[in-house]
């Protein structure tokens, strides 16, 4: 590549030593600080494989181009072995259930820019990709100070949890609802209804969602 591009074939070489560092940096989101490696990678592939037909000058048994192509083919095997083995065994987080789904249609209906929603981890990964509204937590690497947050959300759906600490927690954060399905039921055994500052305006087939009232003063 030097040779060739004395200049520009400092990018994708550069490029690629790059990604060890980039990768394993101690900050949360690390890994997005790699994705485009794979297009340096795709580049140093490309000449690799104009090098090597400049210098087999002879013809190539067919045997040896299987032998020193099949390396490539693993990762695509990995890929469509594993996309048919969820496919006949459908699950959580690929599929979700319908009446999951329903609760979400119904609060897209409702939700406007910037309105935020109380859920589990488990809801609030999919919850943004059905309505716009925002969540708590839901993304591993993305949910900033996520592991105090999903104290502090365990508790909120505990029955021990005082109420002045769940009107308090609301108003901190700006919750404007509150979804309540199978996930938040196995984070306590804590019911929403019957509760001064939540009104139910959606139930069925297990999941409720409730509209927060906010202490505004």
């Known amino acids: 590549?030097?040779?060739?591009?004395?200049?520009?074939?400092?990018?994708?070489?550069?490029?690629?030593?790059?990604?060890?560092?980039?990768?394993?940096?101690?900050?949360?989101l690390q890994r997005r600080l790699v994705e485009g490696v794979w297009t340096a990678l795709v580049l140093l592939a490309v000449f690799g494989l104009e090098w090597a037909t400049e210098k087999w000058t002879k013809p190539i048994p067919r045997l040896y181009i299987w032998i020193y192509f099949a390396?490539?083919?693993?990762?695509?095997?990995l890929l469509l072995s594993g996309g048919i083995r969820s496919t006949l065994l459908p699950q959580?987080?690929?599929?979700?259930?319908?009446?999951?789904?329903?609760?979400?249609?119904?609060l897209s209906s409702l939700v406007?820019?910037?309105?935020?929603?109380?859920?589990?981890?488990?809801?609030?990964?999919?919850?943004?990709?059905?309505?716009p509204t925002r969540?708590?937590?839901?993304?591993?690497?993305?949910?900033?100070?996520?592991?105090t947050l999903s104290e502090q959300i365990t508790a909120f759906f505990n029955q021990?949890?005082?109420?002045?600490?769940?009107?308090?927690?609301?108003?901190?954060?700006?919750?404007?609802?509150?979804?309540?399905?199978?996930?938040?039921?196995?984070l306590g055994d804590w019911k929403p209804k019957d509760n001064e500052y939540l009104e139910r305006i959606y139930t069925a087939e297990g999941y409720e969602i409730y509209l927060a009232r906010q202490d505004r003063e």
Request: hydrophobic residues 40%.
């Open 71 to 77: 390396p490539v083919f693993v990762s695509t095997i």
């Open 160 to 186: 021990s949890t005082t109420d002045h600490f769940r009107q308090a927690y609301i108003d901190d954060h700006g919750i404007d609802y509150v979804f309540w399905g199978p996930h938040e039921r196995k």
């Open 112 to 131: 406007e820019d910037k309105d935020v929603v109380l859920a589990s981890y488990q809801t609030g990964n999919p919850l943004p990709a059905w309505a």
């Open 92 to 106: 959580e987080p690929l599929y979700r259930p319908r009446a999951e789904i329903s609760a979400f249609q119904y």
């Open 1 to 28: 590549i030097f040779r060739k591009y004395p200049w520009q074939g400092w990018l994708p070489v550069g490029w690629f030593f790059t990604f060890p560092f980039l990768a394993y940096l101690p900050v949360n």
């Open 135 to 147: 969540v708590i937590i839901g993304h591993g690497p993305e949910s900033v100070g996520l592991k």
